[in-house]
């Protein structure tokens, strides 16, 4: 399974003045959105003919839909803003996104974690009955001692 991956910029968080630099970034929020694409094909009973007409018993048809499972995390990363290198200090008008990408980086364990989510929502399109619950009566108990 192949999970995309995509880094994205939510808001800074920019400090007037640190020594003789303004607007200085001393935070990023950032978020990390994961998809999984796939095809699902599952058997379903149809009960209705083209008029809407109810059948005395279901008609099965295979069905085969396309699939898109979304899983979004936000998080922060703080910005050292001592010790600033003049010869590698970005003006704040000058910033693009694909710097500010660089400096929020990327989180193997948030990577991890969304990819873990996104198998278990999957799997729980593709196997639905593996997570049906039901609250049963015990077998040893009869209908008279209740």
């Known amino acids: 399974m192949s999970v995309n991956l995509e880094y994205k910029i939510i808001s800074l968080v920019k400090t007037s003045e640190v020594g003789d630099h303004l607007n200085v970034i001393s935070s990023i929020r950032g978020q990390l959105v994961s998809t999984i694409e796939f095809s699902h094909t599952y058997t379903d009973e149809v009960w209705f003919d083209e008029d809407q007409q109810r059948l005395e018993s279901p008609i099965e048809q295979e069905v085969t839909e396309d699939k898109t499972i979304l899983e979004v995390c936000d998080y922060s990363v703080d910005v050292s803003t001592s010790d600033i290198d003049p010869s590698t200090f970005v003006d704040f008008d000058s910033l693009t996104e694909e710097i500010v990408l660089s400096w929020l980086g990327s989180d ?4 991890e974690q ?19 619950l039901s609250v049963v009566q015990a077998p040893w108990i009869s209908e008279v001692d209740k």
């Open 108 to 111: 193997s364990s948030l990577e």
């Open 114 to 132: 969304n990819q873990t989510i996104l198998e278990d929502k999957k799997d729980r399109i593709i196997n639905p009955k593996k997570y049906e």
